[in-house]
């Protein structure tokens, strides 16, 4: 995204400011996947069948667009099953981000971020996501600078921390981030990283940070954020975005479910983009809109 796109963003954000505008809104492209990995909340519930045609979209897109929104977040689902929804957004939007798990293509000519989870090494990561994923994620985005991979922290895998850096090295990719387990209200903890652990987790991304200074898209202070679980408070992204499923009714977040008093997801720890130091808004440049 070139400066003048993301000056637009920081307009928007002044209109939200003084006018209530909100200009991010976060959606499922699609109800379907491939995938059923063990900590995704997408299947902790029943899912309807989804069967939205692309004109049904356009007219969606045209009316957020009109509202004022800049930045698209398509999750799910798998997006990359819906591509003909991602290149439609990429008329309307400046920004777009897309939530993929990077066992399906997406097409070159989309030329915006993709988010890839990934989390930990081959065995660790096919374990959680399934036999397979690690070389499909390998073989489909090795040397794709649209890719960010994004390793959620659990009780599993929180010690892989540097071997997530390592291979985001080695795939040549644009970087990693990191978020912590988020469970659902009444979910018990057998994946939710507890105190001693998410310490220890603060710690190894730390020295990554300091060792990989750029590589990791976070900053100490986002890092603190998951720690202290800072979201149960309050929330950019759960108060100022728009959410929704691919039916377009609106949720909190990325689920009505989550639990929010946990929450590790790195978006609630974030704060307000707009409002903070300088290191911390160039990550998210970096992150979202480069």
Aim: charged share 25%; with cysteine.
């Amino acid at each position: 995204m070139n400066a003048l796109i993301y000056w637009e963003i920081i307009s928007s954000e002044l209109k939200r400011l003084f006018f209530g505008k909100k200009f991010i809104m976060e959606v499922d492209a699609t109800n379907r996947c491939n995938l059923r990995c063990v900590h995704c909340y997408h299947y902790k519930n029943d899912q309807q069948p989804e069967d939205i045609g692309i004109e049904e979209w356009d007219g969606r897109f045209k009316l957020y667009f009109a509202r004022g929104v800049k930045l698209v977040l398509f999750v799910g689902g798998e997006p990359a099953l819906r591509q003909d929804v991602l290149f439609l957004a990429s008329q309307y939007f400046p920004g777009i981000g897309v939530i993929s798990n990077g066992t399906i293509p997406i097409d070159s000519r989309f030329k915006h971020r993709i988010v890839v989870p990934l989390d930990g090494g081959r065995v660790t990561n096919d374990r959680l996501r399934g036999v397979g994923v690690f070389d499909l994620i390998e073989k489909n985005y090795r040397g794709d600078q649209r890719v960010v991979l994004n390793c959620v922290l659990s009780k599993h895998n929180y010690r892989e921390v540097d071997e997530i850096v390592r291979l985001s090295k080695e795939l040549q990719v644009k970087g990693a981030v990191f978020d912590f387990y988020t469970p659902d209200v009444g979910e018990s903890d057998e994946l939710v990283l507890d105190n001693n652990q998410r310490e220890e987790a603060r710690w190894l991304i730390y020295q990554q940070i300091n060792t990989n200074p750029g590589w990791v898209y976070m900053t100490k202070n986002t890092v603190d954020a998951l720690v202290r679980r800072d979201a149960a408070r309050k929330c950019y992204w759960r108060d100022y975005a728009y959410h929704f499923d691919v039916f377009f009714n609106p949720r909190r977040c990325f689920s009505n479910s989550v639990d929010c008093s946990r929450c590790g997801c790195i978006m609630g720890a974030l704060k307000n983009p707009f409002r903070t130091n300088p290191r911390q808004l160039w990550m998210i440049k970096k992150l979202f809109f480069d």
